[in-house]
């Protein structure tokens, strides 16, 4: 068997028994072929069950020269996986990734934008357009109720509970969520879903939610053009995507009182210690929490 028969046993088995998104595996293939393309090129004809720890660890170096410390990290994370599914496959018995060590990386604090951001983007959509009223209504619901950028392209409908004040969200591996929306929110989506309701929409998209002109659901690229262009109408000099909204969306939280496991929850992350990182974002309201919360603070007499 050679590198593409078993790429594509490994893409259907993070697919099926996974569970994980296309861009996910798609994500994975392309560090499994700059690999093989890193042996063509230095004319190593090696099979992905016979190369050597030696060989991967020259492919790494090469790699080190072209990216930076995080996007190698990712490089060898996925050839980890990789390799770790051939064992669990018996397609071989040892991993050649495992004595390579990933670059330490410092933690980054997500970008976020300040109310005043949010409203000046939102203000800065032009509604006499024909997508104005589903910008806007797109711009809410990420920042309103936290959303990554796929599972707003992917956001059915059939989704949509406003009665219950909740949309029910499809994140990661699948893993479905209910979040709460907010009045404004709904409002918003309700002035957009008249407008769509004009488009001709294609078969298959008809319980998609926000819809490009040609009535099919929008790509991941669209959303991040429409946020530049807006960035770039209001002299915005920060670098955002739809997921600064998400990162704004849990940091205003915390700000005004919510707890970590609220925003856990309304994020659909697996584990608390990747909320967490909004704390270091908001020393003041940790400030508020010792002088509100810690017994001695009370004592002062």
Request: contains cysteine; charged residues 25%.
């Amino acid at each position: 068997m050679n590198w593409k028969t078993h790429i594509k046993s490994y893409q259907s088995y993070l697919r099926i028994e996974r569970g994980l998104s296309k861009n996910t595996v798609d994500n994975y293939t392309f560090d499994i072929e700059r690999l093989c393309l890193f042996l063509e090129e230095n004319k190593m004809d090696v099979s992905p069950l016979k190369i050597t720890e030696e060989a991967v660890q020259q492919f790494i170096y090469a790699v080190s020269k072209e990216v930076n410390a995080r996007s190698q990290a990712r490089i060898i994370s996925g050839l980890k996986s990789f390799f770790s599914y051939l064992i669990f496959e018996d397609y071989r018995n040892d991993n050649p990734m495992e004595l390579i060590e990933a670059p330490r990386l410092g933690r980054k604090l997500p970008d976020t934008l300040s109310i005043q951001d949010i409203d000046a983007l939102i203000g800065a959509i032009d509604l006499s357009k024909e997508e104005g009223e589903r910008n806007r209504a797109m711009l809410e619901t990420l920042y309103g109720c936290g959303l990554r950028v796929t599972e707003l392209t992917t956001l059915k409908i059939s989704d949509l509970f406003f009665e219950e004040g909740f949309i029910k969200i499809t994140g990661k591996g699948n893993k479905q969520r209910f979040v709460p929306i907010s009045e404004v929110t709904k409002k918003y989506i309700g002035f957009y879903r008249l407008k769509r309701n004009t488009l001709p929409i294609q078969k298959g998209h008809e319980d998609t939610l926000f819809l490009n002109r040609r009535g099919r659901q929008l790509t991941r690229a669209m959303i991040f053009t429409i946020i530049k262009d807006l960035a770039v109408k209001i002299n915005l000099n920060k670098s955002i995507s739809p997921h600064t909204f998400r990162h704004s969306f849990a940091t205003h939280l915390l700000e005004n009182g919510a707890d970590l496991r609220s925003i856990q929850l309304m994020l659909g992350h697996e584990s608390i210690t990747t909320t967490e990182i909004y704390v270091h974002l908001d020393r003041k309201h940790l400030t508020q929490v010792m002088n509100t919360f810690h017994p001695r603070n009370n004592d002062l007499s």
